[in-house]
């Protein structure tokens, strides 16, 4: 168990549907990331907060919502997405912003129908 | 925009002998490099981090080098076993960046 705590572990939706991702800490850690893995490519960067505060949106289309609450919770909403969103989504903890390491859970696969 | 370069086909060796993946990059210079282990339907997993400045850093079996002429990084798994099947993502931050970038790893078997 490293820490870190993603819901659901398996999401399956239709393009019309509206769901959310959850990612819980228990690090006491200052900042959480939202990545993207798709099949044979790297994780690319999604969210960052820093503080609760995001600090960095990677040209991610608007139909992914991030929220954080409070520095131990993330969200990511979803809503109209296309077939192509398919792909484990990861939430990360670190420290703090930067070059520390990151602490992952263990993601959520999503297939969009 | 930086590019990291793992071997995609898999490498496959037998119990007992090291594994040695590669991890090439291309543009800028990193200041820190970062290995992490990744089971099948799991997060990555932190192992080492080497800076510029080192040239080698070991953890029990596991050992990183760094070379920054050359544009590489290697990882090594010594006294391999096969609970060290995984695969193996490297990830870079430039300096005075904040970002990791990530390569998108190299699938390790070790068979009996």
């Not at chain 1, 939706?13 to 769901?19: F, L």
């Not at chain 1, 131990?72 to 990360?92: G, K, V």
């Not at chain 2, 898999?10 to 992490?36: D, F, H, M, R, V």
């Not at chain 2, 192992?47 to 080098?65: F, G």
Request: hydrophobic letters at 30%; a positive charge.
């Amino acid at each position: 168990e490293t820490g870190v705590t993603q819901t659901p572990r398996h999401l399956v939706m239709g393009m019309t549907n509206k769901k959310s991702l959850k990612c819980e800490q228990h690090l006491g850690h200052n900042a959480m990331y939202w990545y993207k893995q798709s099949a044979k490519k790297p994780l690319e960067l999604m969210f960052v907060y820093s503080l609760e505060e995001r600090v960095e949106n990677n040209s991610v289309p608007s139909r992914f919502s991030p929220e954080c609450p409070n520095s131990s919770h993330l969200f990511l909403h979803l809503h109209t997405l296309q077939p192509e969103d398919s792909a484990l989504y990861l939430c990360a903890s670190s420290q703090k912003q930067g070059i520390e390491k990151l602490f992952f859970g263990s993601g959520t696969q999503l297939s969009v129908l | 925009s930086q590019k990291i370069e793992q071997n995609s086909e898999a490498l496959n060796i037998q119990e007992g002998k090291t594994a040695t993946l590669t991890c090439n990059y291309t543009n800028y210079s990193p200041a820190y490099l970062q290995w992490y282990r990744q089971d099948p339907g799991r997060g990555p997993v932190f192992l080492l981090l080497i800076r510029e400045n080192e040239k080698e850093k070991r953890k029990e079996r596991l050992k990183v080098t760094f070379d920054t002429t050359l544009k590489q990084s290697l990882f090594h798994i010594t006294a391999s076993q096969p609970a060290d099947s995984a695969t193996y993502l490297c990830a870079l931050v430039r300096g005075g960046g904040n970002k990791l970038t990530f390569g998108t790893g190299t699938q390790l078997k070790v068979e009996l």
